[in-house]
Nanobody, 121 residues
Framework: QVRLVESGGGSSQSGGSLRLSCVAS????????MGWFRQAPGKQREQVAL???????TSSSSVKGRFIISRDNDKNTLYLQMNNLKPEDAAMYYC???????????????WGPGTQVTVSS
């Protein structure tokens, strides 16, 4: 069982920055496919960025060039550096994980409780 706990959410003005963290336990972190997702009220959950266990990362077109996903395997922690925030980035942000052996994408098995991000214009 993988346990995920996010932190770092909060409020920012448009153009500001926030860094989210997600600490994982219960599995060898370096083996996990990890991802950040977000969901705004009334909208579907959106994949933001992924980090696989080979160090490859992907980002959605809506955040490319502004958000950076990274991981510290020694600290069992996934990060999301969010720069140049826009009001449309406001959402609940979730960290997710899935064990190795499957494509690092699609459905994830484990989810954190989420951390709220608000952005004022």
């Amino acid at each position: 069982q993988v346990r995920l706990v996010e932190s770092g959410g909060g409020s920012s003005q448009s153009g500001g920055s926030l860094r989210l963290s997600c600490v994982a336990s219960g599995y060898t972190f370096s083996d996990l496919c990890m991802g950040w997702f977000r969901q705004a009220p009334g909208k579907q959950r959106e994949q933001v960025a992924l980090s696989d266990n080979d160090g490859r990362t992907t980002s959605s077109s809506s955040v490319k060039g502004r958000f950076i996903i990274s991981r510290d395997n020694d600290k069992n922690t996934l990060y999301l550096q969010m720069n140049n925030l826009k009001p449309e980035d406001a959402a609940m942000y979730y960290c997710a994980a899935k064990p190795p052996g499957r494509w690092c994408g699609g459905d994830f098995d484990y989810w954190g409780p989420g951390t709220q991000v608000t952005v004022s214009s």
